[in-house]
């Protein structure tokens, strides 16, 4: 019952930012697309916004 109530409560709210970074990583193509991607957040590279999807801006790859 919490969980299904925790779920309701939590679409109700913009998705956080772990979550669009989750969904940027698990976009990839293939590994060495994610490697890249990883090495560009761990390198202090921020794609999102606060409404941001999850596709990065054109002049920040």
């Known amino acids: 019952m919490f969980a299904a109530l925790s779920e309701k ?19 990839s193509s293939d590994l ?8 560009y957040l761990d390198s202090g590279g921020y794609l999102f916004s606060l409404h941001s999807s999850v596709m990065p801006r054109d002049n920040e790859l």
Request: net charge negative; no cysteine.
């Open 32 to 39: 060495v697309d994610l490697e890249r991607r990883m090495r």
């Open 9 to 27: 409560l939590g679409s109700l709210f913009s998705p956080s930012h772990y979550d669009e970074r989750e969904e940027y990583l698990a976009s």
